[in-house]
C-alpha cells in the first residue's frame, strides 16, 4: 500500500478485514534510512554553541560528531 492516500487505505481495510472507516487511525511516523557509511560534513557553528555541544557531549560520554547525529535524528523524527 505505499504511496496510498488515506481515502484508498481506508477502503482497502474496510474491504480486506470488515472495519469500519471510523475505527481506522492512520498515523504518520518519521523513518530515518541508515546506511552505515559515515559522510564527512565541515559546518560552521558559533564557537559558544561548540562549547555547549562538547559539555553536553562530555556528560552523555560520547563524541561531538555523536551528539549531533542523535539530536538531528530527534529533531527529524519529531517532525521539526
Given at each position: 500500500?505505499?504511496?496510498?492516500?488515506?481515502?484508498?487505505?481506508?477502503?482497502?481495510?474496510?474491504?480486506?478485514?470488515?472495519?469500519?472507516?471510523?475505527?481506522?487511525?492512520?498515523?504518520?511516523?518519521?523513518?530515518?534510512?541508515?546506511?552505515?557509511?559515515?559522510?564527512?560534513?565541515?559546518?560552521?557553528?558559533?564557537?559558544?554553541?561548540?562549547?555547549?555541544?562538547?559539555?553536553?557531549?562530555?556528560?552523555?560520554?560520547?563524541?561531538?560528531?555523536?551528539?549531533?547525529?542523535?539530536?538531528?535524528r530527534?529533531?527529524?523524527?519529531?517532525?521539526?
Open positions: 500500500m505505499g504511496g496510498a492516500n488515506s481515502g484508498e487505505l481506508s477502503a482497502f481495510l474496510t474491504s480486506a478485514w470488515d472495519i469500519s472507516a471510523s475505527d481506522i487511525v492512520v498515523a504518520l511516523i518519521s523513518l530515518i534510512l541508515e546506511t552505515g557509511k559515515l559522510a564527512r560534513a565541515n559546518i560552521s557553528l558559533d564557537t559558544g554553541l561548540v562549547a555547549d555541544i562538547d559539555e553536553a557531549a562530555a556528560r552523555r560520554g560520547v563524541t561531538r560528531s555523536a551528539f549531533l547525529a542523535t539530536a538531528a530527534d529533531r527529524i523524527r519529531a517532525g521539526a
